[in-house]
């Protein structure tokens, strides 16, 4: 089981990194991601500082941890660039925090994400049919969420990802030790957002695909 969506105390999340792989050891997950909060301020701060970490976790442990980063509230124009460094200094998992109809972010962040090299558009709100052909074209993951708030479009981003064809992804993103659910309960919100059991199976196995070419 998997879970490409964490924060710890790098950004806003309450935890040390090596408490959250534990954590999510515990509840019976094998690989996540690190994904802390960053724009230019911190990004080379965080990719060092997440790189570092995941090289030196003991491969015995138990669970797999992907370098990883999530690029948030930034202007659309800097997408790119912030991508392709992260990209360029060691990050395997890219996660731009989208269009969430919970906070106020900069309309076309949606489409500017899809248009970097990005792994995962995180809880992307009411996205609109284009920009869902977009993420399908790019073969990139729209994000269904257990986080309050953000998971009120699940149901919409399920939806016209089945009339599009894209790929689906569940996350908790974690920021708190109650945020780390257990396997099941994240396939849950799959099924409350309408998926059934062969939804959930193909979204497992398109994981699969991409962990083997990350982590590779």
Same mark, same amino acid.
């Given at each position: 089981?998997?879970?490409?969506?964490t924060?710890?105390l790098?950004?806003? +999340? /309450?935890?040390?990194p090596?408490?959250?792989a534990? #954590?999510?050891?515990?509840?019976?997950? #094998?690989?996540?991601?690190i994904?802390?909060?960053a724009?230019?301020?911190? *990004?080379?701060l965080?990719?060092?500082?997440?790189?570092?970490?995941s090289?030196?976790w003991? $491969?015995t442990? +138990? =669970?797999t941890?992907?370098?990883? *980063?999530?690029?948030?509230?930034?202007?659309?124009?800097?997408?790119?660039?912030?991508?392709?460094?992260?990209r360029?200094? &060691?990050?395997?998992? *890219?996660?731009?925090?989208?269009?969430?109809?919970?906070?106020?972010?900069?309309?076309?962040?949606? #489409?500017a /994400?899809l248009m970097?090299d990005?792994d =995962?558009?995180?809880?992307?709100?009411?996205?609109?049919d284009?920009?869902?052909?977009?993420?399908?074209?790019?073969?990139?993951f729209?994000?269904l969420?257990?986080?309050? &708030?953000?998971?009120?479009? @699940?149901?919409?981003?399920? $939806?016209?990802?089945?009339?599009?064809? /894209? $790929? !689906?992804?569940?996350?908790n993103?974690?920021h708190e030790?109650?945020?780390?659910i257990t396997?099941?309960e994240?396939a849950?919100?799959? *099924? @409350?957002? +309408? !998926?059934d059991?062969e @939804?959930?199976?193909?979204?497992?196995k @398109? =994981?699969?695909?991409?962990?083997?070419?990350?982590?590779?």
């Open positions: 089981m998997y879970n490409l969506h924060h710890t790098l950004s806003d +999340g /309450a935890l040390i090596s408490e959250v534990v #954590r999510y050891l515990d509840k019976g997950y #094998r690989v996540i991601a994904t802390d909060h724009d230019y301020c911190n *990004i080379k965080l990719t060092e500082a997440v790189v570092r970490f090289s030196r003991p $491969k442990s +138990g =669970i941890i992907l370098p990883g *980063i999530e690029l948030t509230h930034v202007p659309p124009e800097q997408f790119k660039p912030l991508a392709k460094y992260a360029t200094h &060691g990050i395997k998992v *890219i996660v731009a925090h989208g269009e969430t109809t919970m906070e106020p972010v900069i309309e076309g962040t949606n #489409r /994400a970097s990005i =995962i558009l995180a809880h992307p709100g009411l996205i609109s284009e920009d869902v052909a977009l993420a399908k074209k790019r073969n990139i729209l994000e969420t257990s986080r309050k &708030g953000h998971s009120n479009t @699940n149901s919409h981003v399920a $939806k016209k990802a089945s009339e599009y064809g /894209a $790929k !689906l992804i569940l996350s993103d974690s030790p109650e945020d780390i396997p099941d994240l849950s919100v799959g *099924i @409350n957002a +309408g !998926l059991k @939804n959930i199976d193909t979204i497992y @398109n =994981i699969e695909v991409f962990l083997k070419m990350r982590r590779g």
